[in-house]
């Protein structure tokens, strides 16, 4: 099938399996030449393993520090005729590729938040690694289906306390204009922690100490976000930033309950980067844009795959994480540097439809968001059949058994 993009608001709903493994071989490659890294994990549990901050993680580790991974994601597979989703096809090629390099990696597709995917990842992890040293919590999700209630959760992007209103981009037309969010009503926070704060984090992190398969000195990530005060009414003061001081709650707990095991439990705060996530956030897109434009020129800017490199390669692996005063690590510290951040609120007081492309970096946005999707890879052939049915590997082997 010959497949192009189609892109409907801040979603494109093709992926083109070739681009998308372009991606990875991209990703991966940026970790391989930077080297091995020593004393880092060796068998790694991802949960949102397949697109964003997750899939780097897990090409970080693997690729980096030669670990064998175990991701989690929620996929579309695709049909002869039909697309699967972006997070599928990468999780195919990533599999690939970890395989031909020797690496044992297995993925699982369906419900993180259900018990039934709790119960599937344990039994793989003490048949297949006995146990794991490091869990990265990376879901992003709109909903959550609580295990034991059965209560569907949705979260929500909403200012607290009165409405908000500021410039915003729209990431296809390029025209900036203005938009207002109404604050958060009835329980609109609660929901909102329910599905993006600590809750599930902790379960799995509970599950895995139940069953012993965290190993000694075993750590566990999850990741968050600050930015710079112009987004703060819809980020760090909405509802999505209360479900995020719900994760670093949780994060002081899990710490302690890691530490007979002489392991640790870290919030990592990320850059601001194009991500399926990110893309649906009001306001943030023109930032990112903004932020593009006066990073890359300082040789600064980094995508998932060099952030993630970064936090494992130079914080977590040697055993610097430089922790802020609340005990975060701080990848995000090359965008919130004073110069980058003056440069771009004074772009962002000027920024216009007229002058997005001379002030923000919006052709570099957009090619960012194709990336996701597999598309304006180079060396990828778009006008050729590309086999839009691509099996995730470990998948199909697993299924093995119940085709006999
Ligand atoms: P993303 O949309 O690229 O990835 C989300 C992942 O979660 C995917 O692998 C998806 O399959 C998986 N997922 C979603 N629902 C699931 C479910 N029910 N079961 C199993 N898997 C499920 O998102 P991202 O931007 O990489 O975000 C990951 C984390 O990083 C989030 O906590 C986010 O807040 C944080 N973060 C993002 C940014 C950013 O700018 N994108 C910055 C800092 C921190």
């Known amino acids: 099938m010959i497949v192009a993009p189609k892109i409907r608001g801040f979603i494109c709903t093709t992926?083109?399996?070739?681009?998308?493994?372009?991606?990875?071989?991209?990703?991966?490659?940026?970790?391989?030449?930077?080297?091995?890294?020593?004393?880092?994990?060796?068998?790694?549990?991802?949960?949102?393993?397949?697109?964003?901050?997750?899939?780097?993680?897990?090409?970080?580790?693997?690729?980096?520090?030669?670990?064998?991974?175990?991701?989690?994601?929620?996929?579309?597979?695709?049909?002869?005729?039909?697309?699967?989703?972006?997070?599928?096809?990468?999780?195919?090629?990533?599999?690939?590729q970890a395989h031909a390099a020797g690496l044992y990696a297995r993925s699982f597709n369906g419900d993180a938040f259900s018990q039934e995917m709790k119960d599937q990842v344990?039994?793989?992890?003490?048949?297949?690694?006995?146990?794991?040293?490091?869990?990265?919590?990376?879901?992003?999700?709109?909903?959550?289906?609580?295990?034991?209630?059965?209560?569907?959760?949705?979260?929500?992007?909403?200012?607290?306390?009165?409405?908000?209103?500021?410039?915003?981009?729209?990431?296809?037309?390029?025209?900036?204009?203005?938009?207002t969010l109404p604050a958060a009503e009835a329980d609109d926070i609660a929901q909102t922690i329910a599905v993006m704060g600590g809750e599930d984090w902790q379960m799995w992190i509970d599950a895995l100490l139940q069953e012993g398969l965290l190993a000694e000195g075993a750590t566990t990530l999850a990741y968050s976000y600050i930015g710079p005060e112009v987004t703060w009414p819809i980020y760090k003061n909405g509802t999505i930033g209360k479900a995020k001081e719900d994760l670093?709650?949780?994060?002081?707990?899990?710490?302690?309950?890691?530490?007979?095991?002489?392991?640790?439990?870290?919030?990592?705060?990320?850059?601001?980067?194009?991500?399926?996530?990110?893309?649906?956030?009001?306001?943030?897109?023109?930032?990112?844009?903004?932020?593009?434009?006066?990073?890359?020129?300082?040789?600064?800017?980094?995508?998932?795959?060099?952030?993630?490199?970064?936090?494992?390669?130079?914080r977590l692996c040697p055993g610097t994480p430089q922790p802020d005063e609340a005990g975060r690590i701080r990848v995000d510290d090359w965008e919130m540097a004073a110069d980058v951040q003056a440069a771009v609120a004074s772009a962002w007081e000027k920024v216009e439809t007229a002058n997005l492309r001379e002030l923000g970096d919006f052709d570099g946005y957009q090619s960012s968001f194709l990336r996701l999707f597999g598309f304006g890879l180079e060396g990828v052939d778009y006008s050729a059949d590309t086999d839009t049915a691509t099996a995730v590997p470990s998948l199909a082997w697993f299924c093995q058994p119940c085709l006999v």
């Open 15 to 96: 992926a083109h399996p070739d681009g998308c493994a372009k991606h990875v071989a991209e990703q991966i490659a940026v970790v391989t030449q930077r080297g091995p890294m020593t004393n880092g994990p060796k068998k790694v549990l991802v949960i949102g393993s397949s697109t964003g901050y997750g899939l780097s993680s897990r090409i970080a580790t693997a690729f980096g520090c030669g670990a064998a991974t175990m991701g989690i994601f929620f996929e579309k597979p695709g049909e002869a005729d039909r697309c699967g989703t972006a997070g599928w096809y990468n999780t195919a090629a990533f599999e690939k």
């Open 122 to 179: 344990i039994a793989a992890i003490k048949e297949d690694l006995g146990q794991v040293d490091c869990v990265v919590y990376s879901l992003a999700s709109p909903r959550r289906t609580h295990p034991q209630t059965g209560e569907v959760f949705k979260s929500v992007l909403k200012p607290i306390g009165q409405s908000f209103t500021n410039k915003n981009l729209n990431t296809t037309t390029g025209v900036v204009d203005d938009v």
């Open 248 to 314: 670093e709650r949780c994060q002081r707990e899990l710490d302690e309950k890691l530490s007979p095991l002489g392991g640790k439990a870290w919030v990592s705060v990320n850059k601001a980067l194009v991500t399926q996530a990110s893309s649906a956030i009001p306001v943030v897109p023109l930032y990112i844009s903004l932020l593009y434009r006066v990073m890359k020129p300082l040789g600064t800017h980094e995508d998932t795959i060099e952030q993630m490199d970064r936090l494992f390669r130079e």
